[in-house]
């Protein structure tokens, strides 16, 4: 059943208090990236992906694939509270003989349509499933989530030229653009900016969205899936860090996990308790 709004804020809430706990008992990861793509997760998993946990590689499901490998700990709570597996083992991240490796891995975690880690090459993975589908004459959607940091990898410019050469309106990838990176601000590292205009120039149908906001992210998935013969890129304007007050745009949390006394203050900032 799809959730409406408000439901998906308090699920969005949940999942934010998920990463920062998952990170802190880890004592490693990525929370920055993952705290900006939760809204385009929570509503893509609890809203628009057609998955069924008793199922999840029935042939006919839509695809995601987190081509930021590195946000692994948002994919992993949407996974965990759509029923995939037990919640409680969200907090076995990164650890021993845990399934929640530091980066998704198709084979040992249901839900997962592909590993990813190495930047540039998940989008790759969903344009050959897109592909597949048309070939295949399937009505099956696939997703993909970028980073801006992501976006410097030419790899990505590649699979963008073949997904428009091939007409691929069964794909929509969304661009978490929160202007940071590990090494800081995107537009000094390495610009990829104008964002909209490269992909318009490569073929492809472009929105740009709060990524925040909820009436705009389901408007523009409806719209990508109105939009016939060319694929679409849904650039989201998002904060690093979103909902943890000490977090929000700073680029030195793109790979630091929250001690114990900040992470109670992250989630209390998150309306819960740990």
């Given at each position: 059943?799809?959730?409406?709004k408000e439901e998906l804020i308090q699920i969005s ?40 946990p008793e199922n999840p590689k029935d042939e006919n ?214």
């Open positions: 059943m799809k959730k409406n809430k949940q999942i934010r208090k998920d990463i920062v706990e998952m990170l802190t008992e880890s004592a490693s990861g990525h929370p920055g990236g993952s705290l900006s793509a939760a809204d385009i997760v929570t509503t893509l998993f609890f809203n628009e992906l057609n998955i069924n499901r839509d695809r995601f694939v987190l081509s930021k490998g590195h946000a692994a700990p948002v994919l992993y709570s949407a996974l965990a509270r759509r029923g995939f597996f037990d919640p409680k083992e969200l907090m076995t991240l990164r650890k021993i003989g845990s399934d929640l490796q530091g980066h998704p891995n198709m084979n040992d975690l249901p839900g997962i349509d592909m590993s990813t880690g190495s930047l540039g090459q998940g989008i790759s993975a969903a344009v050959g499933m897109a592909l597949a589908g048309k070939v295949d004459k399937k009505d099956y959607r696939v997703y993909a989530l970028l980073g801006d940091g992501e976006l410097e990898e030419g790899q990505v410019w590649e699979a963008s030229m073949c997904a428009a050469h091939y007409n691929l309106d069964n794909l929509t990838i969304f661009i978490d653009f929160n202007g940071l990176q590990i090494d800081g601000d995107i537009t000094k590292v390495m610009s990829p900016c104008p964002i909209d205009k490269k992909f318009e120039a490569f073929g492809w149908n472009v929105l740009v969205i709060d990524g925040h906001n909820y009436d705009e992210i389901l408007g523009a998935i409806e719209k990508a899936k109105n939009h016939k013969g060319e694929p679409t890129a849904i650039i989201c304007n998002t904060v690093k860090g979103k909902g943890v007050s000490f977090m929000e745009n700073e680029a030195s949390w793109h790979g630091t996990a929250p001690s114990k006394e900040q992470c109670e203050v992250a989630v209390k900032e998150l309306g819960g308790e740990i």
